[in-house]
């Protein structure tokens, strides 16, 4: 396409309903001019016949948080309340962003909405997921808040110790601002949102496109309750024990609790339950089977287990994505978070749907 066709096209996928003379008044132009670039795109397929109906690939939305993340990771024993000799790392992070470079990575189209600051993180942010293949155009810029920054610091085997986020600008992902994107959210194939959303934007984007299977990643004991009024909107819920329990008033469940937990987020809506144990596996449970898949031992060294979860996540919606049965979809999950579990950063560039499915069919199949 030429830069002229593209700026249409993003005004059509915007607003289908934008009229001729609208496009040529926003871009300066004339109105046959306008007519001529909408009928090479009709002759390129990119746009069908009449009405701008607009051909699209199957993609998956990813709705939530990005930030830069800053990791710090200590050579060896943390001393607390003293500086320790380790390294700090600097990268591109959150929850929604990891997602959907993670599923970029393994094959599947990504379109991201999140917002960031007019600077020089959110550039960085904005670069990397085009980088890596994922649809940036509907990321929300502010000339007011800045990129959002997670802080953390890992203990000496590689997980969290403690964390500070300040991710104030993603509340600029409003109700409002998601209205706009209506028509290309209606046309996705899958929905995965991060409870960094504020509680009306969940609420929004789960009752305006219920008939979208919807996954949900719960983030933090602090923001799980987010969701927590429209778990009969959710398809597949991931969250750690501790946001389970705090989903279900419970406190952190042992391993004898979950099934119970399992039982109540099912009867509050929910179709799939994915719980993250650690180091001691995944408990799964879809209403018919349930239990708990334990993790193999790692495949290299643990260097970062923040982005863990994320490529869990992506793992999963690459396995719906591709209708596989259950248990497959568990272990190509476990088996991308491993993966993800061997680099320093929250992201592993190693991450592929060849390697994945190397590490499953060795761990799994073979």
């Known amino acids: 396409m030429t830069e002229r066709e593209q700026q249409i096209l993003a005004m059509i996928r915007e607003n289908p309903l934008i009229s001729q003379a609208t496009i040529a008044d926003r871009l300066d132009i004339s109105r046959p001019a306008v007519a001529g670039h909408i009928m090479n795109l009709v002759s390129k397929g990119i746009i069908k016949g009449r009405g701008y109906v607009i051909s699209d690939a199957p993609f998956t939305a990813v709705i939530g948080g990005a930030n830069i993340d800053i990791c710090g990771a200590p050579d060896g024993k943390m001393r607390m309340r003293d500086s320790s000799p380790g390294q700090v790392n600097v990268s591109p992070g959150g929850v929604a962003r990891n997602i959907a470079e993670n599923l970029s990575r393994l094959g599947s189209h990504c379109r991201l909405i999140t917002a960031i600051g007019d600077d020089e993180h959110g550039r960085l942010l904005s670069e990397t997921g085009e980088a890596a293949g994922v649809d940036m155009r509907y990321v929300v810029r502010s000339d007011t808040r800045p990129t959002s920054t997670y802080v953390s610091v890992l203990d000496e085997s590689g997980d969290m110790l403690v964390a500070i986020n300040d991710m104030s600008v ?146 999963l919606a690459h396995a719906w994505l591709n209708e596989w049965p259950l248990q497959k979809s568990i272990q190509f999950a476990l088996s991308a978070a491993d993966i993800a579990l061997a680099h320093p950063a929250t992201i592993n560039p190693n991450l592929t749907a060849d390697t994945v499915n190397e590490l499953y069919e060795a761990r799994y199949v073979g």
Not at 201 to 212: H, Q, V
Not at 255 to 269: D, I, M, S, T, W
């Open 170 to 315: 993603v509340d600029e992902v409003t109700p409002e601002r998601l209205q706009r994107y209506e028509s290309m959210l209606r046309r996705a194939s899958l929905a995965i949102v991060d409870t960094n959303l504020s509680e009306e934007a969940l609420i929004y984007i789960a009752r305006t496109f219920d008939a979208l299977p919807l996954f949900v990643d719960t983030v933090s004991v602090a923001k799980a309750d987010r969701i927590s009024g429209v778990l009969d909107k959710v398809h597949t819920l991931k969250a750690t024990r501790d946001e389970a329990g705090e989903l279900c008033g419970v406190g952190a469940p042992t391993n004898r609790q979950l099934p119970g937990v399992a039982k109540r987020l099912h009867g509050r809506g929910v179709d799939r339950v994915f719980i993250s144990l650690g180091p001691e596996g995944l408990f799964f449970s879809d209403g018919i089977e349930q239990g708990i898949e334990k993790v193999k031992p790692s495949a290299g060294r643990v260097e970062n287990a923040s982005g863990a979860g994320d490529a869990l996540v992506a793992g």
